[in-house]
């Protein structure tokens, strides 16, 4: 069995695979992110992960999650990140679990479980009221793009505008 991958090796990795991701160039983010899934694997199947290991965890969920969805959204792949995040939500200190928590909704979603997504997205939210953190965060501009190119195609598909709420 080969030695777990350096924390500095694997945030190294997931920062070049989230920017191809998020780029759309998902060929190059899964030959980024592909060869971390097994060392997921072996750190999951540990009876249990320390503490100082909480980092490696999340940042491989997070390369599973980046393999899984360029490969089609595989299930195998993304039930494994789903199981690390949940792992890492247990291990993390309060204000550290946001993100992975919102990365573990977006995979259920992905694995076609909106009931469960929904309930980790309303987790999320119910968590950020009590920590008194407004909801007037930015939003990433390629989301933005990505709206607006769904809006118009729809539009040149024929779709009607919606009526307005007042």
């Given at each position: 069995?080969?030695?777990p991958?350096?924390?500095?090796a694997?945030e190294s990795?997931a920062a070049c695979a989230?920017?191809?991701f998020?780029?759309?160039?998902?060929?190059?983010?899964?030959?980024?992110?592909?060869?971390?899934?097994?060392?997921?694997?072996?750190?999951?199947a540990a009876?249990?992960?320390?503490?100082?290991?909480?980092?490696?965890?999340v940042?491989?969920?997070?390369l599973?999650?980046?393999?899984?969805a360029?490969?089609?959204?595989?299930?195998?792949?993304?039930?494994?990140?789903v199981a690390?995040?949940?792992?890492?939500?247990r291990?993390?200190?309060?204000?550290?679990?946001?993100?992975p928590?919102?990365m573990?909704?977006?995979?259920?979603?992905?694995?076609?479980?909106?009931?469960d997504?929904?309930?980790?997205?309303?987790?999320?939210?119910?968590?950020r009221?009590?920590?008194?953190?407004?909801?007037?965060?930015?939003?990433?501009?390629f989301?933005?793009?990505?709206?607006?190119?769904?809006?118009?195609?729809?539009?040149?598909?024929?779709?009607?505008?919606?009526?307005?709420?007042?």
């Amino acid at each position: 069995m080969s030695a777990p991958p350096t924390l500095q090796a694997v945030e190294s990795a997931a920062a070049c695979a989230w920017t191809d991701f998020l780029s759309n160039r998902v060929h190059l983010a899964a030959v980024r992110a592909s060869p971390f899934v097994d060392g997921l694997r072996r750190l999951l199947a540990a009876e249990s992960v320390a503490t100082d290991t909480a980092e490696l965890l999340v940042t491989l969920a997070d390369l599973a999650y980046i393999a899984g969805a360029c490969d089609g959204d595989n299930p195998r792949t993304l039930e494994l990140a789903v199981a690390a995040y949940d792992r890492y939500i247990r291990l993390a200190p309060g204000p550290a679990r946001a993100n992975p928590m919102r990365m573990r909704a977006e995979a259920l979603l992905r694995l076609r479980r909106p009931t469960d997504a929904f309930a980790a997205f309303t987790a999320l939210h119910a968590r950020r009221l009590a920590q008194g953190i407004a909801e007037d965060d930015e939003v990433a501009p390629f989301r933005l793009i990505h709206d607006a190119e769904a809006l118009e195609a729809a539009a040149a598909a024929g779709a009607e505008a919606a009526p307005r709420l007042r």
